[in-house]
């Protein structure tokens, strides 16, 4: 068998703690962005929250989203470098000191878990954003665990080389000072000129994707994963025919039913469509980092509670049609369902809500998640 690789196989000079530190940086911070912006996601969605998620800016959420996605998507040449130049740390031999051979191998622990870690944040991120959902754990709620335990990895790490970073970042590039003996051979490309590529192929990464959130990029984002078409102009994740909703969603049976404290109140469409109508410019923005401007026209969900004298200050589960999928239930925040800005949607931009759209009507509230933005909705019952 052929002995394993050493030290001596990779000359290059680009394999350099220079290099690593300074991806690394750029790394860490795109890591962070996504860490911060997934706690906030992850925040938004759940039922308890112990500070209510604002309602406003209405654009909050769309911004957080669409630069937990960019983060995600600019740290993947990053990723790929930064292994590329630490590759051949793997086959420094071990010392034979008991406690420094302890110490080491617990680094390099450290180090798989967090190299794991981020290639499943990573991979399974990028999955996400084109809706392919190849396994059968919760991506929510393993994506929101695994990113903890990276994170935390990647302290642990930067603790550790801690002097080494600072000594690389402080001087120059080209500094040999910490190479290893053998990094010596000089290739086409220079330190610098290697750097500069990999920003270039992180702000490609972010610009080839990024239409999906600022409308204006959608033209060279040729690997957005919406392109903002679809009915009224507004990109859709679920279908009708996907929800099982095909046939109860325009059944002349429909009715929306508002409930409290046992009181129940049932109204058609029409009944909808005569009461007074509002209009609102929302964003819907979804966890896959997609987001389009809309008009939406429908009723005030606060006008709807106030017929079943319903008071101020209570939660609201909503109930959809749909017979598959998750969000069929939701619960609508009291700050939510008490904006004004929060409409039960008939309409948008201009058209009849569209049956992939949520027909006959869908909850469209300000800065929440498209998740949990119901569509076709046939039950609001407020909380006692």
Known sequence: MPAPPTEAHFPSRLRSAAV??????WLGVCFGIAFLTGLISHYAQNHSQPIPFPTSPVWGYRVTQGLHVAAGTAAVPLLLVKLWTVY????????????????????????????AGAVFQLVTGLMNSSQWYPWG?????????????????????????????????????????????????????????????????????????????VPFLRGVSIFGVRSGEGPAGVPINRSASAAGVTASAVSSGFRLTLAYAGTETELTRQDLLDLPQATESLPIACVEGWSASATWTGVRVRDL????????????????????????????????????????????????????????????????????????????????
């Not at 000191?97 to 967090?114: P, W």
């Not at 589960?317 to 939510?336: H, I, K, P």
């Open 305 to 384: 509670l106030d017929r079943i004298d319903a008071p101020r200050g209570r939660d609201v589960v909503v109930t959809s049609l749909q017979q598959r999928g998750a969000f069929g239930v939701t619960l609508l925040q009291s700050n939510f369902a008490d904006d004004d800005r929060t409409l039960l949607a008939l309409g948008l931009n201009g058209d009849t809500l569209a049956i992939d759209h949520g027909f006959p009507c869908r909850l469209i509230a300000p800065d929440r998640p498209g998740v949990l933005q119901t569509k076709w909705v046939t039950r609001l019952e407020v909380q006692a």
């Open 20 to 25: 690593a530190a300074r991806v690394g940086l």
């Open 137 to 213: 754990f919760s991506f929510r709620t393993t994506h929101y665990a695994v990113g903890w335990v990276t994170i935390g990895a990647m302290v642990v790490h930067v603790a550790v080389k801690l002097p080494i970073i600072r000594r690389a970042l402080t001087g120059d590039v080209e500094d040999t000072s910490q190479d290893r003996p053998t990094a010596t051979r000089h290739g086409v490309l220079t330190r610098r000129g290697l750097l500069r590529t990999t920003w270039g192929a992180a702000g490609v990464a972010v610009l080839a994707t990024a239409g999906s959130t």
């Open 88 to 115: 051949p740390r793997l086959f420094i031999r071990p010392p034979r000191e008991a406690r420094k051979l302890a110490v080491e191998a617990l680094e390099r622990a450290s180090i798989g878990v967090l190299v």
